[in-house]
């Protein structure tokens, strides 16, 4: 495609419940990361991967998040044993090239909405 | 950490307006500033970005400063638009993970 794809736009999760979300960069775009957005508040870093490689986890808030890219290619945000406080936008967002810093953009996904009841 | 501040949080102009939106970040060691733009239900789209070497960028009616050493950037936009309307982000890349602000929600009324 011709963006970055995130499905499924919307999830409802009873708490407790383990969820999926996935995530299709830019075709060859190396770069990959997953953000969370609370409501009223700006993305916040979770996790970066480069190629196949994670090589930074520190935003993600718990155990509970999972991340992962096998292929290089899709990447899949896993969280286990939802809370009302992951309630939130998750966004993907993928860019050309492995150098960072960089002063490449950075192109965004719609987001899937997450909703734990 | 790096903490970035944007003000107003929202604004309302009516159409034809001039209007500044205000960002400021703790950290003046940055590798360059963006503002993204984004709309509900929508992804962010990168409207400007702005080298840590660059004082400025413009792209149409938009206008983005930056002032690195007093920890500021600017963004303006002319002759504003019903169009305009959406909540505009500031974000500072000071390595490879961006900081965002927590944005500001524009209304442009006709």
């Known amino acids: 495609g011709a963006g970055v794809s995130q499905s499924p736009r919307y999830k409802v999760a009873k708490r407790g419940q383990d969820v999926a979300l996935r995530c299709d960069p830019i075709?060859?775009?190396?770069?990959l990361f997953w953000y969370q957005q609370a409501l009223g508040q700006g993305p916040e870093f979770l996790t970066y991967?480069?190629?196949?490689?994670?090589?930074?986890k520190s935003g993600l808030p718990s155990d509970r998040f999972f991340a992962e890219r096998p292929e290089g290619s899709v990447s899949t945000l896993k969280i286990q044993r939802t809370q009302q406080e992951d309630s939130a936008v998750y966004l993907c967002?993928?860019?050309?090239?492995?150098?960072?810093?960089?002063?490449?953009?950075?192109?965004f996904g719609s987001g899937t909405q997450l909703s734990v009841l | 950490k790096q903490e970035v501040t944007q003000i107003p949080a929202a604004l309302s102009v009516p159409e034809g307006e001039n209007l500044v939106l205000n960002c400021s970040f703790t950290?003046?060691?940055?590798?360059?500033l963006q503002w993204f733009r984004q709309d509900p239900g929508k992804g962010l789209t990168s409207l400007l970005l702005?080298?840590?070497?660059?004082r400025e960028q413009t792209s149409g009616r938009l206008n983005a400063s930056l002032d690195k050493s007093s920890g500021r950037s600017t963004l303006y936009i002319a002759a504003s638009q019903p169009g305009d309307s959406a909540t505009y982000l500031c974000?500072?890349?000071?390595?490879?993970?961006?900081?965002f602000g927590k944005g500001t929600s524009l209304l442009v009324t006709p």
């Open positions: 702005i080298q840590s070497s660059q």
């Open positions: 075709s060859g775009h190396v770069s």
């Open positions: 967002a993928s860019s050309p090239s492995s150098s960072r810093p960089t002063n490449e953009k950075l192109f």
């Open positions: 991967f480069q190629n196949e490689a994670q090589l930074d």
């Open positions: 950290d003046s060691a940055i590798y360059n």
């Open positions: 974000a500072v890349n000071s390595g490879y993970a961006l900081n």
